[in-house]
């Protein structure tokens, strides 16, 4: 019995560790969407179709065949950050998420491609390849995270580390501007696709 004890002490004290550790990792970051609304974020194109959507917290693009939506861009303007947040794509949906509104990380239902490419899932968009494949099924949610220091870029997804401070000097295409040396906004590609987003939240870095 005292052995028991002993070990239901010991998760519960490994379990409030675990706790702990997330707390701090998240330390920091504020959140980009807050799951009611798109308050901080205006269309790219004032006049362009509205395609987003919100549902129980979830950010949803809907393009139909033969409709063109709207990016979606935030108010705000960032230097060097990290980001994190989660999208869903259905097969073959194409769609982005740019980072100072220049970069684009690409976000591609690639998984029954399985290799990786520079247009592919996770890639900087026409500039590097993701180091490994590391996309999941159409329907499930995919975790992101990205840095941005200065002109190099880190990313992590799905738990793997695809790009180490990669350096990009150039806008990726369909870019707000080509001002490379400026902060800028983030901002989500919502003119190809259908994608979902959710927990987008932000920390900078001084």
Not at 190 to 196: A, E, I, L, P
Request: overall charge positive; aromatic content about 10%; hydrophobic content about 40%.
């Amino acid at each position: 019995m005292k052995r028991l004890l002993f070990s239901t002490a010991a998760v519960a004290v490994l379990v409030g560790a675990a706790c702990n550790l997330s707390a701090a990792d998240e330390a920091g970051f504020v959140p980009l969407f807050n799951g009611k609304d798109t308050a901080g974020w205006n269309l790219r194109r004032a006049d362009g179709h509205n395609s987003w959507t919100i549902d129980n917290g979830v950010l949803k693009n809907t393009v139909n065949k033969g409709e063109h939506g709207t990016d979606l861009v935030t108010a705000k303007k960032f230097w060097n950050f990290t980001v994190r947040f989660e999208f869903q794509v259905p097969d073959n949906s194409n769609s982005g998420f740019y980072l100072r509104g220049r970069h684009e990380i690409q976000i591609l239902g690639d998984y029954k491609v399985g290799k990786t490419a520079k247009t592919g899932n996770g890639a900087i968009y026409n500039q590097t390849a993701p180091s490994e494949f590391a996309s999941k099924p159409a329907g499930e949610w995919q975790t992101v995270e990205a840095t941005m220091i200065d002109n190099k870029i880190t990313v992590v997804l799905n738990g793997k580390k695809i790009h180490d401070n990669v350096v990009c000097d150039v806008a990726t295409g369909s870019e707000i501007d080509k001002n490379v040396k400026e902060p800028g906004p983030i901002f989500l590609q919502g003119d190809h696709g259908t994608v979902w987003f959710r927990n987008m939240r932000i920390k900078e870095i001084k």
